[in-house]
Nanobody, 125 residues
């Protein structure tokens, strides 16, 4: 079991920046992918950015060019640098880690997902 803890959220004005961190209780080297999700008030959780073990990144269109995701395996930490924030970025931000391993003689793929408790980001206009 891996525990994820987010931090770095807070209140910021439009145009400001925040850096979120997600610290894992164990090694993240074996995590095939890690990502940041957010849940705006009254809306469903949505993918913000994702980074694979090969450092391939994907971003939601709404944050492309403003947000940057990274992972530091040595520190067991994932980051989300958020620049030029706007009120639409308001929400609770969650980190997620996914591990997939092949198990058993039949080669079954076992997938494990881990979520943090979230950190709140509020962008004022």
């Amino acid at each position: 079991q891996v525990h994820l803890v987010e931090s770095g959220g807070g209140l910021v004005q439009t145009g400001g920046s925040l850096r979120l961190s997600c610290v894992a209780s164990g090694s993240i080297v074996s995590m095939n992918a890690m990502g940041w999700y957010r849940q705006p008030p009254g809306k469903q959780r949505e993918l913000v950015a994702r980074v694979t073990s090969a450092r391939t990144t994907n971003y939601a269109k709404a944050v492309q060019g403003r947000f940057a995701i990274s992972r530091d395996n040595a520190q067991n930490t994932m980051y989300l640098q958020m620049n030029n924030l706007n009120p639409e970025d308001t929400g609770v931000y969650y980190c997620k880690a996914v591990r997939e391993v092949v198990v058993g003689p039949e080669g079954r793929l076992q997938r494990s997902e881990y979520w943090g408790q979230g950190t709140k980001v509020t962008v004022s206009s």
